[in-house]
């Protein structure tokens, strides 16, 4: 079965970067549309990201517009999220995930949500 694995995160000051990383493994992520979304405690899990297989078409939540890009290596069989100009509301774990526009897409033969990586954002 697919897996994903999410990687990246961690703690950055207001106004710094990350770059996440969601490595496939157990199948190919070129035939699927792959997403990120984010959760915090006590809240649903939004999406934030979506990018089209292939990577043709990229989608963002209005609340990251500009300061995201999401962009994926078939051969390297990974889908990234760079995210710039980090704000004190953008902590959350990050979980990558098949998507439909911003909405998950699970199928038959994916394993579920990996475990996701966590992004914190303090001065």
């Known amino acids: 079965q697919l897996q994903l694995a999410e990687s990246g995160g961690g703690l950055v000051q207001p106004g710094g970067s990350l770059r996440l990383s969601c490595k496939g493994s157990g199948g190919r992520l070129e035939y699927y549309a792959i997403g990120w979304f984010r959760q915090t405690p006590g809240k649903e899990r939004e999406g934030v990201s979506c990018i089209s297989s292939p990577g043709g078409l990229r989608l963002y939540a209005d609340f990251v517009k500009g300061r995201l890009a999401i962009s994926r290596d078939d051969a390297e069989n990974t889908v990234y999220l760079q995210m710039n100009t980090l704000k004190p509301e953008d902590p959350a774990v990050y979980y990558c995930?098949?998507?439909?526009?911003?909405?998950?897409?699970?199928?038959?033969?994916?394993?579920?949500w990996g475990s996701g990586t966590l992004v914190n954002v303090s001065s």
């Open positions: 995930f098949p998507c439909e526009r911003l909405e998950p897409r699970p199928f038959t033969g994916l394993e579920g």
